[in-house]
């Protein structure tokens, strides 16, 4: 039977069913401009993740020339939450 991997899960294939923790930007776009993505869809690429840590207040611009026009990315420490087959039970 095959697993699904999530987004996460895929970043590198020799992690999978090991525990892990991922530094994410949280996504947004300068509204003057165009965007070339959806960053509410690149964002929900966490959606299902357990957050430890979240620091920064300002969304990295996916479609401006410096990504946090102030120099305060906002950033998510995410793990995957495990499930009745990650967890050992005796």
Known sequence: MSKKRGPIERLHPGLWGL??????????????????????????????????????????????DSPTAWGDPRLLIVAPVPSLSMVNIR
Do not use: C
Request: aromatic fraction near 6%.
């Open 19 to 64: 525990t892990l923790v991922v530094l994410v930007p949280v996504w947004g776009v300068d509204a003057r401009r165009e965007a070339p993505a959806d960053p509410d869809a690149m964002n929900a690429t966490t959606s299902g993740k357990r957050t430890l840590a979240e620091f920064g207040s300002d969304p990295v611009l996916i479609n401006y």
